[in-house]
């Protein structure tokens, strides 16, 4: 199951996804905790103090190549773009820790293991832009078989970066993290609009809420949205100063929401038929407006009409 964090910048999506992957393994769970943000905060909050791992957009040549395998539509990692979809041949991923991708770009964070798509860097000024870097989690997600009970927690980026590629529509929930004040939900207002008609589930968590003015004030201005919402939390600027303890010992309020999340997004049923048309469209989409021209070649050709993503292709 996946999950993605997104709202305004500084409402706290980084807290809430590594608070709420924390959570998860402590429950058991394989958990994949994915910092796809520009500024990267994720492996801090989750309380990694060590060197980031690998990140995944920092070798895109090598990315692709491992997920194209042997599917002969796609001859080279040159003409694979963000989008691409697999195919057979392609290398079709699970979240097992021992894979030779999150061997080489993943470490473990208190059973969490954390993924980074990279820093914008340097070399990216005026060159490319975030956006191939956000394109490394896309591609990762599409190749990604993954079932109940295992969890995908993404940390996205601030605001609407998010509509720059199909990424917003790759998750089976996708959170948007609000403070109860009018750009809070302001920033909702725009995203459920954007994502309007793409199958997104789209629901609200309040962040930093202090009192029941607050919870009205977000009730009235996102109605059944509200998933429900986090108080100013202790155990949240003790993490924040390096001593995050066991998400059990957070406010029992907090936890009971992390509660209310997780049922959410178990409730949530992959329509992998419906998520392969998604992948195929805005492969077409992306083909037609800059990647044909850029690869030099028909990129929709790489479509295999036949081709059927999800645990099917594993079981026949
Ligand atoms: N419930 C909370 N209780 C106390 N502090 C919080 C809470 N939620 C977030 N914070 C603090 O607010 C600040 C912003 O949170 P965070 O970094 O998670 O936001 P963000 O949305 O990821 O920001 P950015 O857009 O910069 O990535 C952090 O210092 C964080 O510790
Ligand atoms: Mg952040």
């Excluded at 789209?202 to 962040?207: A, D, I, Y």
């Excluded at 077409?284 to 292709?313: E, K, M």
Aim: aromatic content about 6%; proline content about 5%; overall charge negative.
């Amino acid at each position: 199951m996946r999950i993605a964090f997104v709202g305004k910048g500084g409402s706290g999506k980084t807290t809430a996804a590594a608070v709420f992957s924390r959570y998860l393994a402590e429950l058991g769970h394989p958990v994949l905790a994915v910092d796809a943000d520009i500024n990267q905060h994720l492996g801090q909050a989750l309380g990694h103090d060590g060197p980031p791992p690998r990140a995944l957009g920092s070798d895109l040549a090598w990315l692709k190549d491992h997920l194209r395998g042997t599917n002969p539509r796609i001859p080279s990692a040159d003409v694979m773009i963000k989008t691409t979809p697999p195919g057979p041949g392609s290398r079709l991923l699970d979240l097992d820790p021992a894979g030779e991708l999150l061997r080489r770009c993943s470490v473990d964070v208190a059973g969490v293991r954390h993924l980074v798509t990279g820093e914008f860097d340097e070399a990216d000024i005026g060159v490319s832009c975030y956006h191939s870097k956000t394109g490394a989690v896309e591609l990762y997600l599409n190749h990604l078989l993954d079932g109940p009970g295992e969890y995908v927690v993404v940390d996205m980026t601030a605001g609407a970066d998010a509509f720059a590629s199909g990424l917003f529509t790759r998750f089976d929930l996708t959170v948007l993290v609000s403070e109860p004040t009018r750009r809070g939900v302001g920033v909702y207002r725009q995203y459920a609009e954007h994502a309007a008609g793409h199958g997104v589930a789209l629901r609200v968590l309040g962040n930093k809420v202090v009192d029941a003015e607050d919870v009205a004030y977000l009730r009235g201005e996102v109605g059944d949205a509200l998933l429900g919402w986090f108080g100013q939390s202790g155990w949240v600027r003790a993490a924040e100063r390096g001593a995050v303890a066991p998400v059990a010992q957070l406010e029992p309020a907090n936890l009971a929401t992390l509660d209310a999340v997780r049922a959410a997004l178990d409730e949530q049923e992959r329509d992998w038929a419906a998520y392969h048309r998604g992948t195929v469209a805005f492969h077409l989409r992306n083909a037609q407006a800059w990647g044909n021209r850029s690869a030099g070649t028909d990129l929709a050709a790489q479509i295999d009409p036949d081709f059927r993503p999800g645990p099917v292709t594993t079981t026949h």
